[in-house]
């Protein structure tokens, strides 16, 4: 009778902490698209039709993720590089580079200081598709679709313990569930 009693709180205090993790889960969902832009914001449309046919998409709201390459200020705007990262559950951006789809633009025009966007700094975005601008990238040129930013989520960075770094810690973005270590390049 007494395990009976233990498995029934146990199954109790799992599925209150399955209830909170749902609850996290849309809070975060909440701080990347505002109640006020997600009846606009097209989830349908991916980055990759995005790509293919700019001039279709000019003027939709679209949710897209990445990784900052560049940061820049220029005398009337902020402009970001962006290289694409799909979205996973919490619509954080995935670690893997290789399941990139491209790189974008994306600008706002209040001031944000490109020293608060180092190389790296992984973002989720709202931003309207504005059209499209042809940049050097190497020896070719490379066509970015260009977004203007409704709203900018900022993944955080924390420092994570590495048994395997010399140095004993390394940055890297939060996740939402536990850490595990980077692969070594």
């Not at 009846?39 to 000019?58: C, L, P």
């Not at 996973?88 to 706002?108: E, H, I, K, N």
């Not at 709202?126 to 940049?135: F, I, M, Q």
């Not at 010399?166 to 939402?176: A, H, M, N, V």
């Amino acid at each position: 009778m007494n395990s009976r009693r233990k498995s029934r709180s146990e199954l109790a205090a799992s599925a209150a902490l399955f209830l909170l993790c749902a609850a996290c889960g849309r809070a975060a969902s909440s701080d990347v698209i505002p109640p006020t832009l997600a009846g606009q914001v097209d989830r349908t449309i991916n980055f990759a039709s995005v790509k293919q046919d700019i001039s279709s998409y000019q003027g939709k709201l679209i949710l897209v993720g990445g990784e900052v390459l560049t940061a820049k200020r220029t005398n009337d705007h902020t402009q970001l590089q962006i290289l694409q990262l799909p979205l996973d559950t919490w619509l954080d951006p995935v670690a893997d580079r290789m399941m990139s789809q491209g790189r974008f633009l994306a600008y706002q025009d209040e001031f944000l200081d490109p020293a608060t966007f180092p190389p790296g700094t992984r973002i989720t975005l709202v931003g309207e598709v504005t059209g499209a601008s042809t940049l050097p990238l190497g020896e070719i040129d490379y066509v970015y679709p260009v977004l203007k930013i409704r709203h900018l989520k900022v993944w955080p960075w924390v420092a994570i313990r590495d048994i395997w770094s010399p140095y004993g810690y390394y940055w890297r973005p939060t996740y939402p569930w536990p850490y595990a270590p980077v692969p070594k390049q």
